[in-house]
């Protein structure tokens, strides 16, 4: 439906990666399915200020509970990582805020089916990794 509405044969959306239901549904579809995995540093501040604007923590949160809990998200969010991973995609690619500026772009390019300068262009917004 969203192909016919938008008159397109693509469509890109972002999924959280915690629903692993959502992506292996996906993958199974009878469309050609592409992941893209963003891998972006997260410090000890932008996680706990994410926590606070989804209402797991709270201003008054002691710092000893606080540091417990970013120990805990980090590794969820390591898990979620690893699910994925272990469903084995057949069309997977990553970028990562870590990688160098020309094989993010490569993956991209890859991914997107666009030029590698329009890739070249994208990946290096100074802002691409930020919140």
């Not at 959280?16 to 992506?23: A, C, K, Y």
């Not at 002691?62 to 120990?71: G, N």
């Given at each position: 439906m969203f192909y016919e509405h938008y008159e397109t044969e693509?469509?890109?959306i972002c999924l959280?990666?915690?629903?692993?239901?959502?992506?292996r549904d996906l993958a199974s579809d009878r469309n050609t399915t592409r992941f893209l995995e963003i891998?972006?540093?997260?410090?000890?501040?932008?996680?706990?200020?994410?926590?606070?604007r989804i209402g797991l923590i709270s201003d008054q949160i002691?710092?000893?509970?606080?540091?417990?809990?970013?120990?805990s998200i980090r590794n969820d969010l390591k898990k979620e990582i690893d699910s994925i991973?272990?469903?084995?995609?057949?069309?997977?690619?990553?970028?990562?805020?870590?990688?160098?500026?020309?094989?993010?772009?490569?993956?991209?390019?890859?991914?997107?089916?666009?030029?590698?300068?329009?890739?070249?262009?994208?990946?290096t917004v100074d802002w691409i990794y930020s919140d």
């Open positions: 693509k469509l890109a959280d990666p915690s629903n692993i239901d959502l992506i891998n972006c540093e997260f410090d000890d501040e932008y996680i706990s200020c994410h926590a606070r002691a710092v000893e509970t606080l540091v417990k809990l970013l120990i991973g272990d469903l084995k995609l057949e069309f997977t690619y990553k970028i990562d805020e870590k990688e160098t500026v020309r094989k993010n772009a490569d993956e991209l390019s890859r991914f997107a089916d666009i030029a590698m300068e329009e890739a070249l262009d994208i990946v």
